[in-house]
């Protein structure tokens, strides 16, 4: 009896290493599917800027095609929002003349925001759109913004939101 349970073991093993072997990748020649990709890779630049929308911040990401300094995004944020962005009820309440903008450092984490307007005539909002918009460009957080104007100080300040 031994022998006859040794041989059908020994067969369904055969039969299944043959179902095994059969199941394989068939090897074959290199197949030809054209040219690689070739020419530059156009990176994605976007800036973050925060807009205004029923009250409160919204933080927006725009595609710059190009890296921005962040006086380049303040001024981004003074001109006000696209029509895609004005579409879907942003505002700005940064008024235009504020622009030019310098920022400077003073440390890693706190930025000075210089406008061409007084600092202390600016709404809340206003003043919470330039302190987030320039912290969005600062990797250590949080970063502190303070915002100067005609001989007038706000902050320094955190992004609230």
Known sequence: MRTGLARRMLAAGLVSLVAMAGCGVRPSDAIRAGDPPSGAVEPTMTTTLYLVKNGRLRAVTRPTGRPMFPADTLALLAAGPTAVEQANGLTTDVPPEAGPFSVT?????????????????????????????????????????????????????????
């Open 105 to 161: 450092a003073k440390s890693a984490s706190h930025l000075v925001v210089t406008l061409s307007t007084a600092a202390g005539e600016l709404s809340t909002l206003a003043v919470e759109q330039i302190v987030c918009t320039a912290a969005a460009r600062v990797p250590e957080t949080p970063a502190q913004v303070t915002v100067v104007g005609a001989g007038q100080r706000v902050g320094p300040r955190s992004c609230p939101g």
